[in-house]
């Protein structure tokens, strides 16, 4: 586990979460928590996760991996700690071979609740983070939207589960979230809008809130590694959008940081230090979450 990195906290932040704010995870469900087993350091393993997450009780979570699928993970966790439910999903980088209808119906057949676009993989992630490759992207040279992902939009729809867009960038998304909507898909998550790599302006938020998608605000944005974006932007684009249209989540498990039940319990506290009260906090951390994988 590799040490503490104050260059990976928040700009003026106490990365930890106090006693107070911690009460207010009973019940909270995170969709967006990394462990180990992974490629790269983790806080914690899946074990270390799913027992911290029951004891400051929470719910449950959703379990990410960037390359592959949680899935056989969150059966074994929900056997080895009842008290809180853990779902998993797969994400369609290119270890399961991008977007991968046969990957996407293995996952649902095994009991997936969330399907993610590409993230590390993408175009628009190569592209930011000035990486090797041309990277995946949903839409075709002539801007329509590939074969493949009309039919893995198909598989999701049958299959009622949660569609995430990953690190697409706001012309894919805009495009994906019209033609899952179209295509029947009822659970959509517009990723983690903040995050630098995507910096979704507010009103094409709105655009896809009043869609029907559930707009993802994530405590990572605040970080450095994320894009060390201010609390208040945050709080003024959950504003804009309404906490009827939002969840909140950490997309913590970096060695640098809180533990992801820590980080969700930080970020209730910012969201009450920022006027917002414990009827909002409740839709956006445990009513919005808890539906879309339910």
């Known amino acids: 586990m590799s040490k503490k990195s104050s260059s990976l906290r928040p ?4 990365a930890s979460a106090t006693a107070t704010s911690r009460c207010w995870l009973n019940g ?24 911290a997450a ?32 853990v779902a998993g999903g797969v994400t369609l980088n290119e270890p399961v071979g991008g977007l991968n209808p046969a990957a996407v119906e293995t996952a649902i057949r095994l009991g997936a609740r969330c399907i993610w676009m590409p993230t ?39 299959a009622d ?6 690190h697409l960038d706001t012309t894919e998304v805009r495009a994906l979230a019209r033609a899952a909507r ?14 630098d790599e995507i910096s979704m302006p507010l009103d094409v938020q709105l655009e896809l809130a009043r869609l029907g998608c559930y707009i993802e605000h994530s405590l990572i944005a605040m970080y450095r590694v994320g894009g060390s974006v201010p609390f208040a932007t945050i709080a003024d684009n959950i504003r804009g959008v ?16 809180p ?10 506290e910012k969201l009450a230090e920022h006027g917002f009260g414990p009827d909002a906090i409740a839709k956006m951390a445990r009513t919005n979450p808890r539906q879309l994988v339910s």
């Open 11 to 14: 700009r003026g932040e106490d």
């Open 28 to 51: 909270t469900f995170d969709l967006h928590v990394h462990a180990a087993p992974d490629v790269v350091p983790r806080k914690l393993d899946d074990l270390e996760l799913v027992h």
């Open 54 to 85: 029951a004891s400051a009780g929470m719910h449950g979570f959703l379990l990410k991996s960037h390359h592959g699928s949680t899935v056989e993970r969150a059966y074994l966790l929900n056997r080895i700690e009842p008290r809180t439910v």
């Open 120 to 158: 590390q993989s993408a175009a628009n992630h190569k592209r930011h983070k000035n990486k090797a490759g041309v990277g995946l992207s949903v839409l075709t040279e002539e801007g329509q939207l590939a074969p493949a992902v009309r039919e893995i939009l198909d598989l999701i729809a049958a």
């Open 161 to 166: 589960v949660l569609l995430a867009t990953g």
């Open 182 to 195: 179209r295509a029947g898909l009822s659970r959509i998550l517009i990723s983690h809008v903040e995050l």
């Open 242 to 257: 309404g906490p009827d249209s939002c969840v909140i989540t950490t997309d913590f498990g970096q060695p640098e940081q």
């Open 259 to 268: 533990d992801p039940p820590a980080g969700l319990a930080r970020f209730i």
